[in-house]
């Protein structure tokens, strides 16, 4: 891989040692994926930051470097969710050992200057790259919405090596940094109009057909962002999509067809009530909701707040959010009315990657269909996937 | 003695024993970090130890979070001296430079047989190089 001399001076040492250790992390990255040399980028989003996942291993690397002092990112940074809400962790049940390792990790990635704003919608909280700009994001829900919803060019990093990127202010140029990889591999085309969890059912189903492909897709109506959100986050759960098209509405679309569609995919009504059905695991009524997957845009919140006005829940329920809005939630009032109703705003975290089987809870409701791949297999819990009306259970 | 050129992953110089298997590892849930020994039941290589020896696999798989496991290893002392891979793949690629091992790959399918029956070698990951001494 060819390096600036600049690079060149980075790789062997002569900024320090963390920055060499960076360096030689994108240069592997660089020499696996055969990319022809780096790229400079503007953004980076970091996962790997639930102690849930990444254990006293994670970490004892972030507390290492970030006693570096050289350990500083050079671009607009964000965090994934970490593992609690990092204010209401007791309120909401969380072990005080748990709690304390995951702040650890969350002050080791803030000494980076890594900003802990701890979403996996970084895009609604001003973590947002222009079309055409390279950039390292690692969260599989984001990268697909950056490269197919904002046009900007990012692979799925993981988490260490975007940390790397973030440090060096680059990324290998190879994959999706390139426009030719950026084209789509086949259609699918609807039979039928889309609206709440058809989306997320849509994704999950896609998916698993395409594996890392770049499906094209012909809708029966317009979608709003908050749908686009949820059928990217499914598609990068149940396959590893990283980028898709939607005609008319995506910013790449029109360069993004083949010239010979090779493979077509109809999806109807059937097809879609039927991935529904087997994303749940039984008919029993949730004793925890959780929404927010991924994280509820302030629009998300209100809507659940007007159907919660005045009204009191016999179920528990979590709304996942980001602290950003949070803060718009408070001033605007939506999280006095869901409390009220026994629900509760919850930030910084999410029912995939924090700890609630530890937590009493037996079978969570979500009306996201990543949530519902994941939470069987990462919480041990039964899950039922549905439109969070149909979920709770009012009073 | 017999060189062999490779590919550099991670820098560094180590020389010891090989463990060998012709079967990818997952070092997420696949290796203790606290004993260094392989505890996937399905692995020919179970129960044995790959501390402070040379691992010579195809490659890698399974969670991204393996390269934190790997870092753990080499705090615990318990991590293999250095990686000897066919493909490298980004996630003992990654782990490996994060922990200071010494990694290198594309070597040849026929070197991989002289390697596994090697008992002295040392990885070169500054210079490219796989060295076997004979005694």
Redesign the interface.
Known sequence: MHLTREEEKMYQGEYGETIK?SM??LV??G??YKAEKLVNITSAQVS?VSYK??????L??LEDLARDPQAQTRVASTLNPAGVDLEKWEELGFSREFTTHQQRIVEAYGNMDVMTTCTCTPYLIGNVPLKGSHIAWSESSAVAYANSILGAMTNRE????ALAAAICGKTACYGYHLPENRKSDLVVELECELQGTDYGALGYLVGQIVKEGKPYFKLKNRPLNDNLKGLGAALASSGAVALYHIERITPEYKDALPAEAKDIIFVDRNKLDGVKEKLSTTTKKPDLVCLGCPHASLEEIRNVAETLQGKKLKNDLWLCTSINMKTAADRMGYTKIIEQSGGRLVFDTCMVVAPIEELNYQVIGVDSAKAANYVPSMCGLEVVFDEFENLIDLE | MQVFKC?V???GKARGKIIHSSQPLSFLGGVD?DTGKIMDINHPLQGESIKNKILLIPGGKGS??G???I??MY?NNTAPLAIICLE????I??GA??A?IPMVDHIRPEVMDILAQALDVEVDGDNGEIKVFNH
């Open positions: 250790k030689e992390i592997a990255l020499d696996i790997g996942t990444i254990g006293d291993a994670g004892e690397y993981g988490g260490p090596g | 590919r992953i991670s820098r970090p991204t979070v390269s934190y496991v870092f753990q705090k490298a793949e980004p996630i690629a990654t430079i994060m200071g």
